[in-house]
C-alpha cells in the first residue's frame, strides 16, 4: 500500500460507500434524555463529510474534547452507563454510532499496524464539533468489537480516560443467544475471529453459544491483555454504585433531581427507557450450555474479578 505521511493521511482511496459516512451525528435515539432537554440533534450536522474534510473542519473549527471512551464485551449494561451519563447537559454523550463500525471496516488493517492514527482521531473528534454553550465535553461508548483496536485507540488518544465495562460469561452469552448483534452473526464469523486471534480455529464449526462464548472469552482476555489502559473496569454486578460514582470521576455535578433522575435511569430499561427494567424472561441456556460457556469464558472472568479487587 503507498501511503503519504506528509499530512498524516492514507493515499490510498477509500471505498466508495465509505468516503462519505451516513447519517451518524445522533444520540441513543429519540428516548435520549438530553436530546429530549436540549433538542441537541438539530443542531448537529447531518452527515459525515470524507475524513480529509473533517480534518479541515475540527483543526479550525470549535470541538469538544474528548473525555472517556467506553469498551465493553456486550451486554453489560454500557447503554445503561451512557443514559446515566446523559443526565449531565455538559457532557455531550454518543452510544455506538452507526458510522463506527463502516470506519473500523474501511481502516482495519491500517489500524492493526498502527499507520491510522490520525483518521481514527480525526473519526472521533468530529462528534464534538459545533459544541452548544454548556457542553464541556465528548464521551463515545465505542462497540464491543473494538476492544481489538484498543492500541490504536490508545495511540491516537494518549491522555484520554478509557473504561471498560464486563460481565459474567453466562449472563452475557444468554442475552445474545435470543439477539446477537448483526456482526456476530455466521457469514462474519472468520472475519471477526481473525480481528481477535491471529490464529483463530475453525469457528465456523461451533455452535451458535460455542460461538458466543468464543468472541466474550477473546474479547475479556484482549481487554485483560491491555488492562493497564484503563481507568476503571466494573463488573455489571457492582453497577448501581459504580456507574454513579464514574460519572462524578468524569466531572459530572449531580444534584438533588440529578438524583430523582438517576434513580430512575438505573430502573428503567436501558434500551427502552419507558418500560421498567425487568429481568430477561427469555429463552435460558440449558445447563450443558451454561457448562460450555463457563468452560471457555469462565476463567477469564474470574481474573477480571480478582483484578478488580485488587484495585479496590
Not at 434500551?271 to 430477561?280: E, G, H, I
Request: glycine share 4%.
Amino acid at each position: 500500500m503507498n501511503t503519504n505521511e506528509s499530512d498524516g493521511f492514507l493515499t490510498t482511496p477509500e471505498p466508495s460507500d465509505d468516503r462519505i459516512y451516513p447519517s451518524d451525528f445522533r444520540r441513543i435515539g429519540p428516548d435520549s434524555i438530553v436530546t429530549k432537554l436540549t433538542g441537541h440533534a438539530s443542531a448537529l450536522p447531518d452527515r459525515f463529510h470524507s475524513l480529509r474534510s473533517l480534518a479541515d473542519l475540527t483543526a479550525r473549527e470549535a470541538v469538544l474534547p474528548v473525555t472517556a471512551l467506553i469498551f465493553h464485551c456486550s451486554r453489560c449494561g454500557s447503554t445503561l452507563l451512557t443514559r446515566l451519563l446523559e443526565l449531565d447537559a455538559g457532557r455531550r454523550v454518543f452510544a455506538e454510532p452507526v458510522a463506527l463500525p463502516k470506519f473500523l471496516a474501511a481502516y482495519a488493517p491500517a489500524l492493526m499496524r498502527g499507520e491510522a492514527e490520525a483518521e481514527l482521531r480525526t473519526f472521533i473528534q468530529a462528534f464534538g464539533l459545533k459544541p452548544l454553550p454548556r457542553e464541556r465535553g465528548l464521551i463515545v461508548k465505542l462497540t464491543s468489537r473494538s476492544i481489538a483496536y484498543l492500541p490504536a485507540f490508545r495511540a491516537a488518544f494518549p491522555e484520554v480516560p478509557f473504561i471498560y465495562l464486563f460481565r459474567e460469561p453466562v449472563e452475557v452469552v444468554a442475552s445474545l443467544e435470543v439477539n446477537p448483534p448483526p456482526f456476530l452473526n455466521d457469514r462474519h464469523r472468520q472475519l471477526v475471529a481473525a480481528e481477535f486471534d491471529s490464529a483463530p480455529p475453525d469457528v465456523a464449526r461451533l455452535s451458535r453459544v460455542d460461538w458466543l462464548a468464543w468472541y466474550i472469552d477473546r474479547n475479556l482476555r484482549l481487554a485483560l491483555r491491555h488492562s493497564a489502559e484503563f481507568t476503571e473496569a466494573i463488573d455489571y454486578s457492582a453497577h448501581a454504585n459504580a456507574y454513579p460514582a464514574l460519572a462524578r470521576k468524569l466531572g459530572s455535578e449531580f444534584s438533588p433531581a440529578d438524583t430523582v433522575a438517576t434513580t430512575r435511569v438505573l430502573s428503567r430499561h436501558s434500551k427502552q427507557p419507558d418500560l421498567a427494567f425487568r429481568a430477561n424472561p427469555t429463552k435460558r441456556l440449558t445447563a450443558e450450555q451454561i457448562e460450555t460457556v463457563q468452560s471457555m469464558a469462565g476463567s477469564v472472568y474470574e481474573l477480571w474479578r480478582q483484578q478488580n479487587n485488587h484495585r479496590t
